[in-house]
Nanobody, 125 residues
């Protein structure tokens, strides 16, 4: 069973930074083609895509985070990262890691099959 475990969330002040991590079971990375992404869900709102990266290293970002967030993969450690900089109070949300054994498509919750339990990011003004 493929597992995703997020960590790195916390409480920070506006303009602060965090690095979120998602440890994936090796069974995700042995495939030639896969897509991994980060999503977030604020209270009372829909879960939205933040960023995704495929096995070739191609990335895609939501407009709201371009220039502030960076997604990356460390294949040797089976770990997905999300560097979040210049945080704003509106970034406050539960952040989820997701994966699919296939290439990336549109950054959409419906595309991803495997999900972690989430890590909370809280930004104060």
């Amino acid at each position: 069973q493929r597992q995703l475990v997020e960590s790195g969330g916390g409480s920070v002040q506006a303009v602060g930074s965090l690095r979120l991590s998602c440890a994936a079971s090796r069974s995700v990375f042995i495939y030639i083609s896969y897509c991994m992404g980060w999503f977030r869900q604020a209270p009372g709102k829909e879960r939205e895509g933040v960023a995704q990266i495929d096995s070739s290293g191609r990335t895609d970002y939501a407009d709201s985070v371009k220039g502030r967030f960076t997604i990356s993969l460390d294949n040797a450690r089976n770990t997905l990262y999300l560097q979040v900089n210049s945080l704003k109070p509106e970034d406050t949300a539960m952040f989820y890691c997701a994966a699919r054994i296939d290439g990336c498509r549109v950054l959409s919750r419906a595309w991803f099959i495997y999900w972690g339990q989430g890590t909370q990011v809280t930004v104060s003004s």
